[in-house]
């Protein structure tokens, strides 16, 4: 070849320079543990597997051999044909994102929808939210829970197990993963109690009611007489009676969301219509006559947790009394009034124990079970109206309860009509009111003492 310098036809000077160029590479190249074969790396994936995804764009995966490319190529296009592709690349979610998705898909209240943020906050989160999609095991599972029934309620751990499960249901559905590891037969999913609730007998729940300071007695009343819950008892007004009917409209209740008292529709999200006993009937008038309401205002907030723009105010039957200028003429909070008014009357009657001075010095009320509550009235109110003979579809309509996914027989052809409406109002006035007023006007007296006068048994 021509020597450095100098030129030669055609391209035999560019060849040499090529030449040159290779053996000053070469001499470079040592040889390594990494690359025993003098540059080259034996773990390189060269072959492709390629296939295209349902959603039309192609798909590739790099592998070492030829044949480990093809297979895995055959077994993605199997999947397609099948239904049961999972992008390799799914995986790699996080379950915090999805598990927050699934939570804004409930169709739940906004009292339920901040317990269940709550709930997977302070159970759910910590051990899952970083962890990818397709890496939580079924062990995982069975350990998590393992944890909490070792510290927690069976109502804590009943709700942070429908949240993992519905994560991961929703994790199986878009193609994230293939399967729900929660819902594996080795896992033992947490069962709410079902323990019966003992009724109380008519007479202590008469002798409850009696006890109860002449400003609050009607709440106990509307409890056992209407099968009100405590919430709804706290925010029913005096336009929610029709006395002429014997009919009274639940349309809201008191509940605090976070930091803030606001009224809202009861449980379950809709309006319902009760029976309204002649008993009940008079303690409410009584009531009204001694302490006539005003209207009174809280926000008003929609199922979404939204507040409303204005607030919605409605002549609140009950409310504080007392001269504390800090509660006097506001609504009723359950917790106060259970800790100072409920409490301290099952204490008079020996139902609970006295109230004891705790760690701090502060007075409380610890005896008791957690059937000793207002809501215990809610349950008398079930079984009078059962042991009456009033239909099972009656006593769900006035309690408010959801029919969804029961019998078609209860479901669909279980009627309530104004029939139905008789029986409970008279079940309510047999066990509860046995006492019938009389006079020129059919209404009761509400005395200075508290007590209904004027009443007499019939003949």
Not at 64 to 83: H, I, N, V, W
Not at 119 to 139: C, I, Q
Not at 160 to 177: C, E, F, H, K, T
Not at 307 to 336: F, I, M, Q, Y
Request: hydrophobic content about 40%; aromatic content about 8%; overall charge positive.
């Amino acid at each position: 070849g021509a020597a450095p310098g100098q030129a030669s036809s055609g391209s035999s000077g560019e060849d040499w320079l090529m030449r040159v160029r290779d053996l000053w590479l070469d001499s470079q190249r040592r040889m390594t543990a990494r690359h025993p074969d003098r540059g080259g790396n034996r773990g390189a994936c060269r072959w492709l597997a390629c296939w295209t995804g349902p959603d039309g764009r192609e798909k590739t995966r790099a592998f070492q051999t030829k044949d480990a490319a093809t297979r895995y190529a055959r077994r993605m296009e199997s999947d397609l044909e099948r239904g049961e592709y999972i992008d390799p690349d799914s995986g790699k979610v996080l379950l915090g994102p999805v598990a927050l998705r699934w939570l804004a898909q409930r169709q739940v209240g906004a009292s339920s929808a901040r317990h269940y943020e709550s709930v997977y906050r302070l159970h759910v989160g910590p051990s899952f939210a970083d962890r990818r999609v397709k890496s939580v095991l079924v062990s995982d599972v069975i350990e998590w829970l393992q944890e909490l029934a070792g510290t927690y309620s069976t109502s804590t751990q009943v709700t942070a197990y429908m949240i993992l499960a519905g994560a991961l249901d929703l994790a199986a559905a878009d193609g994230l993963r293939r399967g729900n590891p929660a819902r594996d037969r080795l896992v033992r999913p947490p069962v709410a109690s079902s323990e019966e609730r003992p009724a109380w007998e008519t007479g202590r729940v008469v002798s409850v009611i009696d006890a109860h300071a002449l400003a609050y007695r009607v709440l106990p009343v509307l409890a056992a007489g209407c099968g009100l819950r405590g919430g709804e008892a706290f925010g029913i007004a005096v336009e929610d009676f029709d006395f002429d009917a014997g009919k009274v409209a639940v349309r809201r209740q008191v509940t605090r969301i976070g930091g803030q008292f606001v009224f809202k529709l009861p449980k379950g999200g809709k309006e319902r219509t009760a029976p309204l006993a002649d008993g009940v009937g008079s303690y409410v008038r009584a009531h009204v006559e001694a302490f006539p309401p005003a209207p009174y205002e809280l926000a008003w907030m929609d199922e979404r947790g939204k507040l409303a723009s204005e607030p919605r105010p409605c002549g609140l039957l009950v409310r504080w009394a007392g001269d504390d200028p800090r509660t006097h003429g506001k609504h009723v909070v359950a917790s106060s009034f259970d800790q100072f008014v409920w409490k301290p009357v099952l204490a008079s009657l020996g139902i609970i124990p006295p109230a004891a001075k705790d760690k701090g010095g502060i007075w409380r009320y610890q005896g008791g079970t957690r059937h000793d509550g207002m809501h215990t009235l809610r349950h008398w109110y079930a079984s009078c109206l059962l042991n009456a003979g009033v239909s099972l579809a009656g006593v769900m309509e006035f309690m408010g309860h959801s029919r969804k996914g029961k019998p078609i027989t209860l479901g669909t052809y279980g009627h309530v009509d104004e029939e139905t409406f008789a029986a409970a109002r008279a079940a309510v006035d047999q066990r509860l009111f046995p006492l019938r007023s009389v006079g020129a006007s059919g209404a009761a007296k509400m005395t200075a003492d508290g007590t209904v006068a004027e009443l007499r048994r019939p003949r």
